[in-house]
T-cell receptor
């Protein structure tokens, strides 16, 4: 059974701090790893990672995949209160059994 | 980016009734759609994969007779919660498989009283 584990499950920081969120995966026919941000409604897409060691960056957010370690990290620098959300990591299995397996998420709270 | 809509955004129903939730891909055709359920402070749990023109594939532990899925066209999938009970109260989210990733709908909050 496919499994995605995220850590920590929750994190409280102050504005301006840098945070690193972790994700490890065991996914059959692994195709890619995705990061989502979920506030009050459905998740919004952040990154899709397919190649190991190549950092993807969007503003203050960045992410990288390590296929050897079956893991990924999401970094947020200079955090703002608007970054407060649940961050979800999902492993994508490809082929005929294409689906996303989500981790439990990391609840990030950024205090002013 | 691609847009997926869900209707209704929230619904309250009485125990024993059925509720239908619609998921539409607005600007692309989706041969595959997914239905997730999310309980408070928990992650998204895949319920079923919906393929246009064929039967849905349900995840282990999900009752297919209770959660009826119909994917009648390339832009519409429906989830019907039959004979709803209070334990079915949850946040139901659909997603559509697009060319690069899955695009999520805004979700439907179901409350069964």
């Amino acid at each position: 059974e496919d499994k995605v584990v995220q850590s920590p499950l929750s994190l409280v920081v102050h504005e301006g701090d840098t945070v690193t969120l972790n994700c490890s995966y065991e996914v059959t026919n692994f195709r890619s790893l995705l990061w989502y941000k979920q506030e009050k409604k459905a998740p919004t897409f952040l990154f899709m990672l397919t190649s190991s060691g190549i950092e993807k960056k969007s503003g203050r957010l960045s992410s990288i995949l390590d296929k050897k370690e079956l893991s990924s990290i999401l970094n947020i620098t200079a955090t703002q209160t608007g970054d407060s959300a649940i961050y979800l990591c999902a492993g994508n299995s490809g082929g005929s059994n294409y689906k996303l397996t989500f981790g439990k998420g990391t609840l990030l709270t950024v205090n002013p | 980016g691609a847009v997926v809509s869900q209707h209704p955004s929230w619904v309250i129903c009485k125990s024993g009734t059925s509720v239908k939730i619609e998921c539409r891909s607005l600007d692309f055709q989706a041969t595959t759609m997914f239905w997730y359920r999310q309980f408070p402070k928990q992650s998204l749990m895949l319920m079923a994969t919906s393929n246009e023109g064929s039967k849905a594939t349900y995840e282990q532990g999900v009752e297919k007779d209770k959660f009826l899925i119909n994917h009648a066209s390339l832009t519409l999938s429906t989830l019907t919660v039959t004979s709803a009970h209070p334990e079915d109260s949850s946040f139901y989210i659909c997603s559509a498989r697009g060319p690069y990733e899955q695009y999520f709908g805004p979700g439907t909050r179901l409350t069964v009283t």
